[in-house]
């Protein structure tokens, strides 16, 4: 079983941090379970298979879905009814395949220990930007029992048609609540593994720690502003340090 280990940032005197958590290949991989559900999903909105897929890094579901339809050329208008109708179908199918995730999908290695470890911070606040939809993406995380130290209440999610940057920021303003106080982008991380959120967390205005998942080298993540690049998770007390030298500026 792996263990929380508490590291110096435990000592540290009290910093507000908002921890932020891309879910898919960071977190988890559920990609077949993923798949098919949007094969369903889009088939059954348009009409059409889905033959041609794209890239989901550093995408949202909403993004995915007009890049769907101009891709396999569908004879339907995109919008936003549409893609409402995408959307509940997609839910729909993965909460079908909700069975099938631990048995075809799995937890990244660490990934339950570095996030009781990011806990442990004094005044850490963690929750997660994701491009899948509330449900599925709370679907995700709970059936690898990620969700306990995570705040989902305050997440950004793919049900609404805003890239991860506004998503990110988004939640920078609005994490504390009506009236609450703002998240500074010194005070804000964005843990991940794609290029993409990268780029997107330097533009929505917070920390991008990186984490090699095989999407991208150590040279590219670099390149596009990660702070500090992980070889993976399955050491807490680095993810720990991390976070702490990426809000300690």
């Not at 631990?102 to 929750?127: E, K, N, W």
């Not at 330097?202 to 920390?207: D, E, H, R, S, T």
Request: proline content about 4%.
């Amino acid at each position: 079983m792996e263990s929380s280990p508490t590291g110096p940032s435990c000592e540290e005197s009290a910093i507000s941090r908002l921890v932020l958590w891309n879910i898919d290949l960071t977190l988890l991989d559920v990609g077949q379970v993923m798949r098919a559900a949007y094969a369903e999903a889009f088939e059954k909105v348009t009409g059409e298979p889905l033959v041609y897929l794209t890239s989901a890094a550093g995408r949202t579901d909403s993004e995915m879905f007009f890049e769907f339809c101009a891709r396999n050329y569908v004879d339907v208008e995109p919008d936003n009814d549409i893609l409402a109708e995408f959307l509940a179908a997609l839910e729909e199918s993965f909460g079908n395949r909700s069975g099938e995730l631990l048995s075809r999908g799995r937890a990244t290695p660490g990934a339950a220990a570095s996030l009781a470890a990011v806990a442990s911070m004094p005044d850490t606040v963690q929750t997660v930007v994701s491009g899948s939809t509330r449900a599925n993406a709370t679907a995700k995380l709970v059936a690898f029992g990620l969700d306990t130290h995570l705040d989902l209440s305050i997440g950004g999610y793919g049900s609404v048609n805003y890239p991860k940057s506004s998503l990110i920021q988004s939640i920078r303003l609005h994490a504390s609540g009506e009236g609450g106080r703002v998240y500074t982008e010194e005070e804000t991380v964005f843990v991940t593994d794609s290029v993409p959120d990268v780029r997107a967390a330097v533009i929505g205005g917070a920390a991008p720690v990186a984490v090699l998942s095989g999407s991208a080298t150590e040279g590219q993540l670099r390149e596009a502003g990660a702070a500090a690049v992980l070889p993976d998770l399955t050491d807490p007390r680095a993810v720990m340090t991390a976070v702490h030298q990426a809000t300690a500026r």
